[in-house]
């Protein structure tokens, strides 16, 4: 209908140029056309500055599985904020592990689509803490950028004063949206390392990527600054992307490699950005092991 309606408008401002420039109003007909350029460029800009949220944030409320599905024992998690949210999450626990990953998922479905990558965790001997924003899944609320934030806080907390962890055991996992969450959190809390999969740079360089020939920077209502975060970072860093990577370009995950401190590594994953793990799972959990296996060498 939105098409038809837009199709329909451009074919009457077609007739109205024509029959002004029939008429010898040249100056009347250039005047109109960048007036509808100038009309659809601010329309397209406002469209842009009140949907960003919506684009940004693509929850899902029910769970399709959960980790019993997959054979895991769990435990369910119910995280009070310090802002009044109830976040919900799940603790899969490893016979004998000595780290924990606390996993910062991307910006759409909720924790129940995150259960290959919990599976695999478990497999290699590591607990996993996996929490949904507050709007996703059982969490309340709706999602902000603040908001992520505390979120993934109160997790890191909860393994803290509830299991009694350390924070050098815990390693802060972010993928996509999620890495500049984990990042974020990580340069304060001081965990054992972090790690970034597919993430982006921040919000206005996605933004900038997508829509090069509109002023993205000028009204980008997010931050989400992976890139300065890891600049304050002085532990462990692996970051993961795809040079398929459709989403999130490949050298944005090059530059946060190049902005990290040492100790650092990089490794190329195969792949599309949601499919990448899924389709390259042998070479995706071999990435983890080694990378496990320099960090316990390194302390």
Known sequence: ???ILWIVVCVLVCITCYRRYKQGKFMAVLITVLSIVAAVYLGLSAMLFLTQSRVLYQPSRGYDYNPADYGLAYEAVSLATPDGETVAGWFVPADGAERTVLFCHGNAGNISHRLDTLKMFHEMGVNCLIVDYRGYGQSTGRPTEIGTLIDIL???????????MRP??????????????AAIIAKDVHPAALVLESAFTSFDDVGSHYYPWLPVRLFSRFDYNTLEAVKEITYPVLVIHSPNDEIIPYKFGQQIFAAANEPKQFADLEGTHNEGFYDNG??????????????DASE
């Open 282 to 295: 042998n070479l995706y959990k071999q990435i983890w092991q080694d990378w496990l296996k320099d960090l």
């Open 154 to 164: 109160a997790g890191f907390q909860w393994l803290i004063e509830e299991k009694g």
């Open 168 to 181: 050098e055991e815990i390693i802060l996992f972010g993928r996509s949206l999620g890495g500049s969450v």
């Open 1 to 3: 209908m939105r098409l």
